[in-house]
């Protein structure tokens, strides 16, 4: 089975540095933050063009701890996409704010900025865009949305560290970015972590305090706060994976050109838009299936031992946990229409050219078989 993600293989071949790395930090004795999760602090916040970087326990957290930081609460509305994973909206709503749903551009897969505007109202406090799959939204756009009405911009940066918008990589837009260190994500610990990354400095502070139960000094509380720290292993580990990511990145949109040039011409596949002036990072690989094949595209795949995902099947606005939002099936069509037709081929640094034309051919052979 061609897996679509393999992390076995990454493992192999950093096997030295992660050991080392691991070793590092059990003989320190130190577990929790701590120098491994500030050095990786600096280094991460570099990378996206920030000067601070907060480490905490996921990027969910990190999602929470944002939007707490900057003062939202009950009362308060924050526009977000239905099409993303539902962290997203779930942090908006453990804040206590409601989640207003704006549709998607159906060939970025991004937040539509064209439409934000009329969800806005005056409990409107923050804008929530997601970079899904590694693509950046438009963020000039929502930046001037934005700055109009007076919003905040908080980045959900979890599936595009490293992504470029017109030259500067994301997280760096809005008054914070929100990365994921989840396993599978492109740079990736051995558990669970994330951090928010900002050039604010109070909501640094902030977003410092909250992790650690709204501490400063330790046992001084200011505001009610989480356990949402970062441990030292989880850091050492994406330290030593860091030195790679750049190159795996490359490696990644190289196997995206190759992908693109062996379906662009399947019968109802589309290949994935590339918006002009973005990098795209391919933390996932992901096409559109027209004509109602999709769900038969992946079965064939999976009998010719090719594992595909499909993110996400149902949009946020039809979980039956955000019911009480109150919306229904029609409100967003391009998400909805997404959600049946999007499906993620394998994609990860270590995967064969052999394996990639063995995966584009059974995706071509069973498209021609359906014409
Ligand atoms: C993975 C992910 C998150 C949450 O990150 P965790 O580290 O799993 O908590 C949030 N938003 C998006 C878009 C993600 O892909």
Redesign the pocket.
């Known amino acids: 089975m061609i897996p679509i993600i393999d992390l076995k293989a990454q493992y192999a071949s950093i096997e030295r540095e992660i050991d080392e790395a691991i070793k590092r930090v059990l003989r320190s004795g130190h577990f929790i933050l701590g120098p491994e999760v500030e050095a990786l602090e600096k280094e991460v916040a570099n990378l996206c063009g920030c000067k601070y970087g907060i480490g905490v326990a996921?990027?969910?957290?990190a999602?929470i701890l944002a939007i707490k930081a900057v003062g939202i609460g009950p009362g308060d509305e924050v526009i977000t996409t239905p099409f993303?994973?539902v962290?997203?909206a779930s942090s908006i709503v453990h804040c206590g704010a409601k989640p207003v749903f704006v549709d998607i551009d159906p060939l970025t897969f991004n937040i539509n900025p064209d439409l934000i505007e009329k969800a806005i109202t005056k409990k409107t406090k923050a804008i929530i865009p997601?970079h899904?799959y590694g693509q950046p939204a438009e963020m000039d756009k929502i930046m001037e949305i934005a700055r109009a009405h007076n919003l905040i911009v908080i980045e959900?940066a979890?599936?595009a560290i490293g992504a470029k918008y017109k030259g500067r990589p994301v997280g760096q837009f809005g008054i914070a970015g929100c990365l994921?260190?989840?396993p599978t994500?492109s740079l990736g610990g051995y558990g669970?972590?994330?951090m928010v990354v900002t050039n604010d400095a109070e909501l640094a502070e902030r977003v410092g305090m909250l992790r650690i139960h709204g501490s400063k000094p330790r046992y001084y509380y200011h505001i009610i706060g989480a356990n949402s720290r970062l441990d030292a292993l989880q850091a050492a580990i994406i330290r030593a994976k860091l030195p790679y990511l750049a190159g795996w990145t490359v490696q990644r949109q190289m196997l995206a050109n190759q992908y693109d040039k062996a379906l662009s011409n399947v019968h109802l596949i589309k290949i994935p838009f590339r918006a002009p002036s973005c990098s795209h990072i391919f933390h996932q690989y992901t096409i559109r299936v027209t004509g109602g094949k999709r769900d038969p595209l992946k079965s064939f795949l999976a009998d010719r031992g090719v594992a595909s995902a499909v993110y996400y099947p149902m949009p946020l606005h039809l979980q039956s946990c955000f019911r009480e939002l109150d919306y229904k099936q029609g409100d967003f069509p391009e998400s909805e229409k997404a959600s049946h037709e999007v499906i993620s081929l394998p994609m990860f640094p270590e995967l064969s050219e052999k394996e990639l034309y063995l995966i584009s051919n059974a995706v071509a052979d069973f498209m021609r078989s359906v014409q």
């Open positions: 996921s990027g969910t957290d999602l993303t994973f962290a997203t997601v899904l959900d979890a599936q994921s260190f989840f994500k669970d972590g994330g």
